[in-house]
């Protein structure tokens, strides 16, 4: 084991002795790997000779690595890689190991502020829930999964997690245990999903059920806690069987759910955003701004409440074209716009006469 590898079992060691959970801890270890193979590739064994440059160089290196679909990496993968780099110097720096954190100036990528693309519309979710074959074991356990996905907006890691003993039907609830950021939290379950859990919990995971002392919730074909590639493996499927053409991964049904509780028809049926946040166990509501940006039709109803000029009747359309020339009759044709480039980087458009 050389010296940066012996380095890197002492921060994770100290970061189960900071009691961070054994999920975060993974990816750390993940996310550290490629970062020591660019500092043994470009000869730096000794942490002495991480300088500023050597993390800038690394930066650069994660902004031209492309993906295995032969693309460039997304901002938010490349700054999560940096984000475990640094505070690896950071712990060394604390540990004095190194003089100074060669990191503490290098700054993030700014991620650009995308709403959410894979958000399924009513009757898509429809099709999709319709989907699973509920006369098989497996079928049907999919079928549960879809409706506690879409019903309480788990990540994909709490569903994995899901213990029996965290399902309470009779209160009508479910313990999460360790989420993000360590927090437990419990949370609703839908009236459908109940039902559709009561049945799975007495007659089909019995069948799936091949060690009396694996207490998941959800079970593989094998008797063992659901993989997370099978998660999403089987809604792929599903999605292609309801003939759903969008990208939608366990996380498409989480921004779903939140999405869908925002989108009451009216302010009764409309989740207020703090109840959301607990439900999707955030930790602020600066969280919730995909979710709450996600709806032209939410904001066009809010325009047409509030703006004073949509309170005033709607003219005729001769009512319009006499207004406009009583107001201006020699009204000019509208001129005519040409579209040129001055600069690779300006459009600029230029009325021609």
Not at 146 to 174: C, H, N, P, W
Request: aromatic share 6%.
């Amino acid at each position: 084991m050389d010296v940066l590898e012996e380095l890197k079992e002492r921060y994770f060691q100290n970061l189960r002795v900071l009691n961070y959970s054994p999920g975060t801890i993974e990816s750390h270890g993940w996310r550290m790997k490629p970062f020591l193979n660019y500092l043994r590739n470009q000869g730096v064994q000794d942490p002495k000779g991480i300088t500023f440059a050597v993390v800038r160089s690394y930066q650069k290196f994660l902004y031209d690595q492309l993906n295995k679909h032969g693309k460039q990496n997304s901002v938010s993968y490349r700054n999560n890689q940096l984000i475990v780099a640094k505070q690896f110097l950071k712990f060394l720096a604390e540990e004095k190991v190194i003089d100074e954190d060669p990191s503490k100036d290098v700054s993030y990528a700014i991620e650009p502020k995308r709403l959410p693309r894979t958000i399924l519309s009513g009757p898509e979710v429809k099709k999709l829930l319709a989907a699973p074959d509920k006369t098989t074991v497996i079928g049907f356990r999919d079928r549960v999964i879809l409706e506690v996905f879409y019903s309480s907006a788990l990540r994909k890691a709490e569903l994995q997690d899901l213990r029996v003993t965290d399902i309470d039907l009779s209160a009508g609830v479910m313990r999460i245990n360790h989420g993000k950021g360590g927090k437990d939290r419990v949370i609703p379950i839908g009236k459908v999903a109940i039902k559709y859990l009561r049945y799975y919990l007495d007659e089909v995971r019995p069948r799936l059920v091949k060690d009396p002392t694996v207490d998941y919730l959800f079970l593989s074909a094998l008797g063992r806690r659901i993989a997370r590639n099978t998660l999403g493996d089987r809604i792929k499927r599903h999605v292609q069987k309801a003939g759903i053409e969008k990208h939608i991964t366990p996380h498409s049904l989480r921004a779903t759910c939140a999405t869908h509780c925002l989108r009451g028809k009216s302010r009764k049926e409309q989740m207020h955003p703090r109840h959301l946040m607990e439900l999707l166990g955030h930790a602020s509501m600066e969280s919730l701004t995909p979710y709450l940006s996600v709806s032209i039709e939410d904001l066009k109803e809010a325009h047409h409440r509030c703006h004073p000029r949509e309170k005033e009747p709607l003219p005729g359309k001769k009512t319009v074209a006499k207004q406009a020339v009583a107001e201006k009759p020699d009204l000019a044709p509208v001129p005519e716009v040409e579209r040129t480039l001055e600069d690779p980087g300006d459009e600029c458009y230029n009325v021609v006469a």
